[in-house]
């Protein structure tokens, strides 16, 4: 399957790929997206551009793409009801944007439309790295932690546990993240029932299979 991955890092992008063959069960081929988006709120700024290139001029399928939910609200199973959207809710934007930016394309290419792929980390990917390996964290973890004015954990804190410092080198990044990433691409089930901003991403590229076969 041919798609583009859009995220917050050259990091995200090489474990998201490893994550996305995991639960399509088939190799990636990877379709530049033209752009680079570097965090919140550059990411969804650029998807309407990207859309649209992925759409004209190349054959990829799909688009995954994904943020770090850092302290916006996170998504949860209310804001799936058909015709609900909350703004402050990175989940429910970047469908927003997907949706509205798609309607208005004509087919192209001997497709419809390019697939949609969006999944949120909570409150960052490093949370997704460390699933099954800290008990202490999901993202059941960190709702509570928003309810309670607590945190079970900070971002910078996470990224310890993760790399062994705040600021790795992107090499040790990404041998960090691929590692992870390559530990739960051999079954997701754990990701997906710990963090539903992964899971929403996984019933995405589910949809996939279907539509391209
Ligand atoms: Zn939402």
């Not at 001997?110 to 008990?135: F, K, N, Q, S, T």
């Not at 089930?189 to 539509?211: Q, V, Y």
Request: net charge positive; with cysteine.
């Amino acid at each position: 399957m041919k798609l583009a991955i859009l995220s917050e890092s050259p990091a995200d992008e090489a474990a998201l790929r490893v994550l996305i063959e995991g639960v399509l069960g088939e190799p990636v081929q990877i379709v530049q997206a033209a752009l680079r988006a570097r965090g919140w709120p550059s990411v969804a700024q650029v998807m309407p551009a990207i859309i649209r290139h992925l759409h004209f001029n190349t054959d990829a399928e799909g688009l995954a793409v994904v943020v770090d939910a850092d302290d916006s609200i996170v998504h949860t199973a209310t804001h799936d009801a058909p015709g609900y959207f909350h703004p402050q809710c990175r989940l429910c934007q970047l469908r927003a944007v997907f949706r509205q930016t798609v309607k208005k394309l004509p087919p192209a290419r001997g497709r419809e439309r390019i697939l949609r792929g969006v999944g949120v980390a909570v409150p960052a990917v490093e949370g997704w790295y460390l699933c099954g390996r800290d008990e202490s964290v999901s993202e059941a973890a960190w709702l509570e932690g928003q309810a309670s004015g607590t945190p079970p954990y900070t971002r910078h804190q996470l990224k310890w546990r993760v790399y062994g410092t705040e600021r790795p080198s992107l090499p040790h990044e990404i041998r960090c993240a691929l590692e992870e990433a390559k530990r739960h691409a051999r079954d997701t089930s754990r990701l997906e029932n710990d963090f539903p901003g992964f899971r929403s991403l996984a019933r995405d590229l589910r949809t996939w299979r279907k539509s391209a076969r």
